[in-house]
């Protein structure tokens, strides 16, 4: 299995941005998927944690109302559209895909996409 995130860059404060990750080797369906960031010198936080056969998402508290995830089966691909960015936003954005399946747990990151939103 593998992960690959795409679409990161450099916005302005109140831009959007959408990123996807596309997933090989399996499909998202077997697993919880979510996305996460890491802030330089801060530990890596939770964005936003889903399961897309349950339609069942969570999002971290500072980002609700202002981002959402969607998936296209067709591409074996998720996203997390993001809108009215802040300066606070900017990290390292990851996908994630875990499973706990008879007893065994596996979970894979993608690369990471960098965001940065400028003030």
């Known amino acids: 299995v593998q992960l690959v995130e795409s679409g990161g860059g450099l916005v302005q404060t109140g831009g959007s941005l959408r990123l996807s990750c596309a997933l090989s080797g399996g499909t998202f369906d077997d697993y919880t998927v979510g996305w996460f960031r890491q802030a330089p010198g801060k530990e890596r936080e939770g964005v936003a944690c889903?399961?897309?056969?349950?339609?069942?998402?969570y999002y971290g508290d500072p980002v609700k109302g202002r981002f959402a995830v969607s998936s296209d089966h067709a591409k074996n691909t998720v996203y997390l559209q993001m809108n009215s960015l802040k300066p606070d936003d900017t990290a390292i954005y990851y996908c994630?895909?875990?499973?706990?399946?008879?007893?065994?747990?596996?979970?894979?990151w993608g690369q990471g996409t960098q965001v940065t939103v400028s003030s």
């Open positions: 994630n895909a875990y499973r706990l399946r008879y007893g065994l747990a596996t979970t894979y």
């Open positions: 889903f399961s897309l056969p349950d339609r069942v998402f």
